[in-house]
Each structure stands twice: as C-alpha cells, then as structure tokens.
C-alpha cells in the first residue's frame, strides 16, 4: 500500500456549488499511477464544503445553493456575524454539506457514478481560494 498527499488551492469562486473534478486530476495527477485505492479530499475552511452530486445539468448547481439558502436563511438570528450577513449561515450550511469526500479509484481513475462528480460548494457572497488536502491510499500499477 502507498499513502501520498497533495495541497493544493481552487482558484477563486464567490457563492454557489462548483464542479472541481477537473481541477482536482491537475492538482492530483498521482491519480493514475493507482490501480486501486480511495482519494480522499478535505476543505480547510468552515464556510465551504464537498460533496459529490450530478456533473452534467448546470441547473443542479444552482438548485443546491438555493435550497441551502432556504434550509439555512441569512438573517439577524444568529449571534456570530463577525464578517456580515452570510457568516454564520456559511458555518451551518459547512457542517450539513461536510468538510470532506472520499472518492474510490479503479485503474488510474475515479470511479464516479456515471453523472456524479465533487462538487466545492462556497458559502460566502465574495471570492475566496479555498485550500483543499488530497490524500490518496492504495496500490500502485
């Protein structure tokens, strides 16, 4: 079994979901010198999440930002709200999508369903690079 580890930043998104797959196989090409393994992803910001959801509709996207919105509304109800309105509904919505994904690799590649891929999903009105943390653990080719 071999372990690797890769740090990497997204480039800059303000609110809504965003697919990342592409941007992970740049920053993780290790990915195909695995026959089999899981590729671990990990936020290192308590206001965006990962999630794995549908890769081909664009309007899935927009769906799950507008749902988490209603689920977890803006609003002066909340205590903390240091860096404005959509602070705390960011940390909240964070703890429901999670901080994490794990994604199975198959010879050199993710096995993903079909129209399923990672997903950043950014929390905040204004941009932000968000660090990500890629593990992956398996055998090699």
């Not at 509904?89 to 690799?105: E, M, T, Y």
Request: proline residues 6%; contains cysteine; charged residues 25%.
């Amino acid at each position: 079994m071999s372990w690797e580890q890769v740090t990497f930043t997204l480039s800059p998104r303000n609110k809504g979901c965003y697919l990342i797959h592409d941007e992970v196989l740049k920053n993780v090409p290790q990915i195909k010198d695995y026959q089999i393994g899981i590729l671990h992803l990990f936020i290192k910001h308590t206001s965006a999440g990962l999630t794995l959801n549908e890769n081909y509709d664009p309007d899935v996207r927009t769906d799950m930002d507008k749902a988490l919105d209603r689920i977890v509304p803006e609003g002066d109800h909340y205590l903390h709200a240091d860096e404005g309105p959509d602070d705390m509904p960011s940390h909240v919505k964070s703890s429901i999508v999670g901080a994490s994904v794990s994604i199975p690799i198959t010879n050199g590649k993710l096995n993903t369903g079909t129209w399923q891929n990672p997903y950043l999903c950014e929390f905040r009105r204004y941009k932000h690079s968000r660090t990500i943390i890629a593990t992956i653990n398996g055998q090699k080719k």
